[in-house]
């Protein structure tokens, strides 16, 4: 059982956990991530490491409630426990000799941008930031992510923030500057990700991509989380997840990513109507 000892909601959606796991926070490092499982009842999700800290033993994520899993996850407060939290697993991302970087988030993609992001920026490297966001109520980690660049430019669809803006807007404003990055990290919805491959492509710049697919075990075996990748089939879990950008085949993974999407809609119309239940009791 693994406790959970700072828990901290950012919006109705987003929420942040803070567990204790040595062995794991021991090991992790930016890019990686771990599975875990609310319950013995409960499905297996894959979740970034935020943050970890070797020496308290403990480890950050950051997750939006989409699903049944995430809802029960997001119930959860200090006090309560984990089953399991197993990890970190992944390979870390390669940083070393980086000195210019855009790091770009989507959305709840940016917490896993964030680690990269600080990792770059502690190693001496000048980080350009660029965080985008549906709206204003839906910013989180403003500030941290403002510590870990040189500079940062939040962006939101509606321009509720004042800066009405797609990543790949400002993306393209700083390439047009004449902005020469040695690498361009792109982490968030796949169509996201896609266009900002397509942003760069004619500046001949590297792309890194993060992919989150569906996973289950995490260990390469199931088959589920695979993508493909410059023709060949590749297992986000063990081969990644992080990708050359200019690799991944979007459209495919976007394709799967909706094969479950009615089922994940009556688990979680069944998980609401099991807590509407427990309240009337």
């Given at each position: ?56 033993g403990a480890i950050t994520i950051i997750f939006q409630e989409v699903g ?158 695979r993508v493909t990748v410059d023709g060949q089939v590749k297992f986000a ?45």
């Open positions: 059982m693994y406790d959970i000892i700072e828990a901290m909601r950012y919006n109705p959606a987003v929420k942040r956990l803070t567990v204790n796991a040595p062995m794991v926070a021991r090991r992790a490092r930016p890019g990686q991530f771990v599975m875990l499982r609310v319950n013995d009842a409960g499905e297996r999700i894959p979740l970034t490491i935020a943050h970890s800290d070797p020496e308290s049944k899993t995430t809802a029960m996850l997001g119930a959860l407060d200090v006090g309560d426990r984990l089953l399991d939290v197993v990890g970190p697993l992944g390979i870390p991302s390669h940083l070393d000799g980086m000195k210019k970087v855009c790091v770009i988030g989507g959305g709840l993609g940016c917490a896993i941008a964030y680690p990269q992001a600080k990792a770059l920026f502690d190693m001496g490297a000048e980080v350009d930031m660029i965080a985008g966001f549906r709206n204003r109520d839906l910013i989180f980690m403003e500030e941290e992510m403002r510590a870990a660049s040189s500079r940062l430019t939040v962006c939101t669809d509606d321009g509720s923030n004042g800066n009405r803006a797609l990543v790949t807007d400002i993306l393209k404003e700083y390439l047009e500057q004449g902005r020469a990055y040695d690498t361009i990290i792109a982490i968030g919805p796949l169509v996201m990700m896609k266009y900002v491959c397509l942003t760069a492509k004619p500046y001949d710049l590297p792309v890194i991509v993060s992919m989150n697919p569906i996973m289950v075990d995490g260990t390469g075996m199931c088959g589920c989380c879990c063990v081969d990644g997840p992080d990708f050359d950008g200019y690799k991944v085949d979007y459209d495919e993974a976007m394709r799967r990513n909706q094969m479950y999407i009615q089922q994940e809609e009556r688990d979680m119309a069944a998980h609401r109507c099991q807590g509407e239940g427990q309240n009337h009791v």
